[in-house]
């Protein structure tokens, strides 16, 4: 916008972070907030993991999909509480691919801290700061949508079984392809 007092430049933020001197040397000022308001905020899962695959970040919708708390976490590397055992090489495998620059995404299988498992899409991605490469991903149930689709393939199933029953209590011919059967 204008400065205040109209006309004038547009007030711009500087691109350059100040940077202050602290007793462990040189730090950047804390974010804003906005960017951890964000994920916080985010329906999905989403973590923030070191190259050793230790996570270092994860949000509220990932402890409540998992049922893990933040601190059962964070500072941990793999494998993840909520990689089931008979899943570890398809969720190696994702890894590894993700880390040789695969971008997914992947459907894994991941598990509940009461052992029920359930299906999620992973999106990974990787960001280098300051020449220390990071990874991060969201994480989606998709508990409810394989659900939606069992019973969409179920359907003609369903269709063919009500219209037997129909036929059964009218007495009604089936028709097949538009004929009726002799």
């Not at 004038?8 to 462990?24: D, F, M, Q, S």
């Not at 409540?64 to 500072?75: I, Y």
Request: with cysteine.
């Amino acid at each position: 916008g204008a400065r205040a007092g109209g006309g004038g430049a547009p007030h711009r933020r500087p691109l350059v972070r100040p940077i202050t001197l602290g007793r462990k040397g040189p730090t950047v000022p804390a974010e804003d907030g906005l960017s951890s308001a964000l994920i916080e905020a985010m329906a999905d899962g989403f973590s923030v993991r070191a190259a050793s695959g230790c996570h270092l970040r994860v949000n509220e919708a990932l402890c409540a999909m998992t049922g893990f708390d933040r601190s059962a976490l964070v500072g941990r590397g793999p494998p993840h509480p909520y990689w089931p055992p008979e899943e570890m090489p398809r969720i190696a495998k994702a890894f590894e691919d993700m880390e040789a620059g695969g971008s997914g995404p992947y459907e894994l299988i991941f598990m509940r801290k009461d052992g029920t498992r359930f299906p999620v899409r992973v999106n990974p991605a990787s960001i280098e700061r300051g020449g220390v490469l990071n990874y991060f991903a969201t994480a989606t149930d998709l508990t409810e949508q394989k659900r939606r689709e069992a019973e969409v393939a179920d359907l003609p199933k369903l269709v063919e079984t009500m219209m037997e029953g129909r036929d059964r209590a009218t007495g009604r011919r089936p028709l097949v392809a538009g004929w009726a059967r002799v």
